[in-house]
């Protein structure tokens, strides 16, 4: 039961660079999230995507590109990585809407020096 | 204006004793779920407890309660007879409803430490 897995789980990348994250969930959930955590701001949501092929920003997209051609994956791409994309990223998901829970990743730290 | 808030940045506790963090809450949506994550020093975060607008009594789960006061919009937790494991960071969060999109809006979390 591997759940809900991201890769890689710590980055390091220089500014400009093109850098991918992964998420994989082996539940069939149909919604996937991305949020990212920087201190003061708790967590705060880039891209979700309710099904395959279904997409759309949430709070903080600038800069984030996803796609979602499985049901079970959902990668975040920083086309052009910038210092204040340094932050630690979080996949979620769950099955349903209004479901009451979401269940997360263990989360990517990236670096962008 | 900030959907979640969560104004004790840091708190202390006793082991054993109970414990209350605050979580107040800002929408205009009639429905709409209210959510507890801790997340420890190892990062991940941990789902703890679940609050439905429309639920009429207050959310448990084992030695977690939601103090839901909807006139107020305040969604508390708390935990009783802490444990040293309870030290960790809080987070209360919403979803609301009308959006459809099922994300949630995070507080920026009040770091709990149990002293033994």
Redo the contacts between chains.
């Keep these: 039961d591997a759940g809900i897995t991201q890769s890689p789980r710590y980055k390091i990348t220089e500014t400009g660079r093109q850098v991918t994250l992964m998420c994989h969930q082996t539940w069939s959930h149909s919604y996937m999230f991305w949020y990212r955590q920087d201190l003061g701001h708790g967590l705060r949501l880039i891209y979700y995507s309710a099904a395959a092929d279904i997409t759309d920003k949430g709070e903080v997209p600038d800069g984030y590109v996803v796609s979602r051609s499985k049901t079970e994956n959902f990668p975040l791409t920083l086309e052009s990585a910038t210092r204040s994309q340094t932050s630690v990223y979080f996949c979620a998901s769950c099955p349903a809407l209004l479901y009451n829970e979401q269940f997360f990743g263990p989360g990517t730290r990236l670096t962008v020096l | 204006a900030q959907k979640?808030t969560q104004t004790q940045p840091g708190m202390f506790v006793q082991e054993k004793e109970a414990v209350t963090l605050d979580c107040t809450y800002d929408t205009s949506d009639p429905s709409y779920?209210l959510?507890w994550?801790k997340q420890p020093s190892s990062?991940?975060?941990i789902?703890l407890i679940?609050q439905?607008s429309y639920d009429q009594q207050n959310a448990t789960e084992g030695r977690y309660s939601l103090n839901f006061q909807k006139a107020r919009k305040s969604a508390n937790l708390v935990i009783s007879a802490s444990q040293l494991g309870d030290s960790a960071m809080y987070?209360c969060?919403m979803?609301e409803?009308k959006t459809?999109?099922?994300?949630?809006?995070?507080?920026?979390?009040t770091r709990l430490t149990v002293i033994p």
């Design positions: 979640i779920g959510f994550y990062g991940e975060m789902f679940y439905g987070f969060a979803r409803d459809g999109a099922n994300n949630l809006f995070f507080g920026t979390g």
